[in-house]
Every structure is written in C-alpha cells, then in structure tokens.
C-alpha cells in the first residue's frame, strides 16, 4: 500500500477520539483496593476491614470536590480557562490545609 503523503485521511476514516467523559462510579472505581492499601500502609496501618474501601472512596471523593471547587474559583475570577497549580495551594490554604513546595 503506498503511503498517501500530505493528503487528507480519505473516506471512512476518522482520527483519535479524546476526552471521552467516563462516569464518575466508574472514575471513583479507578481508586483501587491496593492502592488504598498502600496509602494506608504509608500511614501505619496493619490491618484493613473490608468495609473500609468505599467508605475511603467516598471520603476522598468529598475532599476532592471540595478543592476542585475552590481551584475553580480562584481561575474564573483570573478570568483564565487553565488551573494552575497555584489555584490549588490557594484552595487548599483556604482550607486550612497549607501545601508547600509549589509556590505561593
């Protein structure tokens, strides 16, 4: 097959689709057992009961809302469309939660 050079794709040909919205059960799922585990191993926990995976799903889940919203915010009212990482240390000291290392 030869190569087509600097034309167009042709017919019936579509290029990559991005950015396909995932719903947010399935988004929330993608914070895996292990991965809860390790972060509970970081924080010195021996055991973990099963209960607890969905309950930690649903806490970061809040938490993360909650920052998004601010970060949000702070980038409408720079009238900018991007939100840098300095929006998120200034919705995170809003918090009481100051973050260092990233300016600010």
Known sequence: MAGRGKVGK???KVGAKRHTKKS??????????PAIRRLARRGGVKRIS????????????SFLENVI???????E?????????LDVVYALKRQGRTLYGFGG
């Not at 947010?24 to 057992?33: C, H, Q, S, V, Y």
């Not at 099963?50 to 889940?61: A, F, H, M, P």
Request: hydrophobic residues 30%; positive net charge; aromatic residues 8%.
């Open 10 to 12: 042709g017919y019936g």
């Open 50 to 61: 099963s209960l607890i995976y969905e309950e930690t799903r649903n806490v970061l889940r």
């Open 69 to 75: 919203r601010d970060s949000v915010t702070y980038t």
């Open 77 to 85: 009212h720079a009238k900018r469309k991007t939100v840098t990482a």
């Open 24 to 33: 947010l059960k399935e988004t929330i799922m993608g914070i895996t057992k």
